[in-house]
């Protein structure tokens, strides 16, 4: 798994056609469309972007570094942690701002916000950080043989709290932005 990083200019790119709406799977297909950098948490790029880009690729059911890394052994320098439920946005500019020496990531949020995407490529390539390689799971791990098939388990009507269980995982179930299933 160490060498199953992905390259800054790599997750940017990804980043870049996932706001731009132009992101597609193997077969063509446009993916997330409707991406809300305001809305959309790491989970529900995960589930209808990332798997979906990495499920039937020239190399199987993949991790998305494999497909994006066109299969290429690449060492991670840096590992990042993420929660499943903060925002998508959030988490690229975290890594962003990691490349650029910043200490915070707020400024890199509005412009990925604002679709600055040339201008973060010049500076991170004034760094040579363009090729700095990431290791985080959700494009590192084949979330194929893990995650994709199912949600967590629904709720039971006996359990305590089960009005609020259930519509926790009900939300977690939906798009975001859709309400789509």
């Known amino acids: 798994l160490a060498y ?13 056609r996932l706001a731009e709406g132009t992101l597609r799977d193997s077969s063509g297909q446009l993916l997330l469309q409707h991406f809300d950098p305001e809305r959309h948490t790491t989970n529900d790029v995960v589930r209808e972007a990332i798997i979906p880009a990495s499920r039937g690729t020239r190399f ?7 497909v994006a890394q066109d299969n290429q052994p690449t060492l991670a320098t840096v590992m990042v942690s993420h929660h499943w439920r903060n925002l998508f946005c959030d988490l690229i500019a975290a890594i962003v701002a990691c490349a650029l020496g910043d200490t915070s990531y707020e400024a890199v949020a ?9 201008e973060l490529r010049l500076r991170l390539d004034r760094r040579d950080a363009l090729e700095m ?3 985080g799971c959700l494009f590192c791990v084949n979330q194929h043989a893990g995650i994709c098939g199912s949600f967590a ?9 089960y009005k609020v269980a259930h519509a926790e995982w ?12």
Do not use: C
Not at 153 to 161: A, I, N
Not at 174 to 181: I, K, M, N, Q
């Open 153 to 161: 388990p629904e709720p039971l009507p006996d359990q305590k709290d």
């Open 60 to 66: 199987g059911d993949v991790a998305y570094a494999t």
């Open 133 to 135: 390689s990431f290791w």
């Open 170 to 181: 009900t939300q977690n179930t939906r798009d975001p932005v859709t309400g789509e299933a």
């Open 4 to 16: 199953r990083g992905m390259r800054l200019g790599r997750i940017l790119a990804f980043y870049q």
């Open 110 to 118: 509005a412009e990925l916000h604002e679709h600055k995407f040339e």
